[in-house]
């Protein structure tokens, strides 16, 4: 997985016009640590809050799976990756109850 870039300066944030567009540059960005201290960033800037703890995790897709799955995210106004870690989440859900888990 590549690494994100850093933004050192808020100017380097450019506008988004969706926020599909926005997610998307969130993906590979990330903001250096002196912006994210407190006072020191506008708060409708910085980038939605994530988790501290996730694993970046590697996934082969058939080709047409991917493109499939690239065009109902498009449909929904989100990014592929997005899309496909609710569904992920969906499921392990389900069969959570299924298995009488939770």
Same mark, same amino acid.
């Given at each position: 997985?590549?690494?994100?870039?850093?933004?050192?300066?808020?100017?380097?944030?450019?506008?988004?016009?969706?926020?599909?567009?926005?997610?998307?540059?969130?993906?590979?960005?990330?903001?250096?640590?002196?912006?994210?201290?407190? +006072?020191?960033?506008?708060?409708? @800037? $910085?980038?939605?809050?994530?988790?501290?703890?996730?694993?970046?995790?590697?996934? &082969? =897709?058939?080709?047409?799976?991917?493109?499939?799955?690239?065009?109902?995210?498009?449909?929904? +106004?989100?990014?592929?990756?997005? @899309? $496909?870690?609710?569904?992920?989440?969906?499921?392990?859900?389900?069969?959570?109850? &299924? =298995?009488?888990?939770?």
């Amino acid at each position: 997985m590549p690494e994100l870039t850093i933004i050192t300066d808020m100017s380097q944030v450019p506008a988004f016009a969706t926020e599909a567009e926005e997610a998307d540059f969130w993906a590979t960005h990330a903001l250096a640590e002196h912006l994210l201290s407190a +006072g020191n960033a506008d708060s409708d @800037l $910085l980038p939605p809050t994530r988790p501290r703890k996730s694993n970046p995790t590697s996934l &082969r =897709l058939g080709t047409d799976l991917e493109q499939r799955l690239r065009h109902l995210a498009e449909l929904k +106004g989100t990014s592929y990756q997005t @899309l $496909l870690k609710e569904f992920v989440l969906e499921r392990v859900y389900e069969e959570e109850k &299924r =298995l009488k888990i939770i």
